[in-house]
């Protein structure tokens, strides 16, 4: 879609001139989360909200942490530790090294990554499909991290593959969308 890849240009420039560094860890006070077990996240890389304290943060709660790594025209999930040593950089991402798991045990809260939300949760994210692919198959609570002023009134343009998150995370917000 011509307006998506315009619109994520325009969305990745103003990311980077407006970057301010700042943590995600009031998403661990969500009921959500607090109840969670198994959560997938993500590592940020470049201008990306940080999931890097809040990944920490999570394993050291005792949660189990799976990550995503790019396989062709699909996401695998691979559980990770914490250990920094098990992660290698792939087309500047950080991705989780070790065994795929083969099947997904439910999963109770997705840390998704976007460009932008709307306001009724539907997201922007880099453009390869690889979210919208994943999130029909995962269970659980789908929150995305963007950076404040990211959520947006505007009502993003929308296909039939995209799927609406529950709620979005700023450093100082976290704004739950009504699903209907
Ligand atoms: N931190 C993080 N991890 C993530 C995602 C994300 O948005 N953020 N993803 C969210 O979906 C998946 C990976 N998404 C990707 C989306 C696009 C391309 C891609 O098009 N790469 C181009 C080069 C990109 C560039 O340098 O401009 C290429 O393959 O040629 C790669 C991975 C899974 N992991
Ligand atoms: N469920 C799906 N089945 C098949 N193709 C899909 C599906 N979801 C997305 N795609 C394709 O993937 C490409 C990117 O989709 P889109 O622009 O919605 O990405 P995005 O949501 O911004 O990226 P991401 O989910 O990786 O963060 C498009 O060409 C789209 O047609």
């Known amino acids: 879609m011509k307006d998506k890849a315009h619109m994520r240009e325009r969305y990745r420039r103003e990311r980077r001139e407006a970057f301010i560094p700042a943590v995600y ?3 661990l006070s969500t009921p959500e989360v607090m109840q969670a077990t198994i959560v997938a996240s993500y ?3 470049g201008h990306e909200p940080s999931t ?3 990944n920490r943060a999570l394993i050291k709660s005792g949660k189990t942490l799976i990550l995503p790594r790019v ?3 699909h996401i695998d999930w691979i559980f990770w530790d914490g250990d920094e040593s098990k992660l290698i950089e792939k087309k500047n991402i950080l991705e989780p ?3 795929v798991i083969s099947v997904l045990p ?3 809260v997705v840390i998704v990554p976007a460009l932008r939300i709307d306001r009724d949760g539907y997201r922007l994210g880099q453009g390869g499909g690889y979210y919208d692919r994943a999130l029909p198959t995962m269970s659980g609570w789908k929150i995305a991290l963007v950076h404040s002023g990211e959520v947006t009134s505007e009502v993003l343009p929308r296909e039939s593959h995209d799927i609406a998150v529950d709620a979005a995370a700023t450093p100082d917000l976290i704004v739950r969308f009504n699903k209907n």
């Open 71 to 73: 396989n062709k025209d």
């Open 25 to 27: 860890t009031n998403v």
């Open 106 to 108: 439910a999963i109770d």
């Open 97 to 99: 090294v070790g065994e």
């Open 43 to 45: 590592v940020s890389y």
């Open 52 to 54: 890097v304290e809040l």
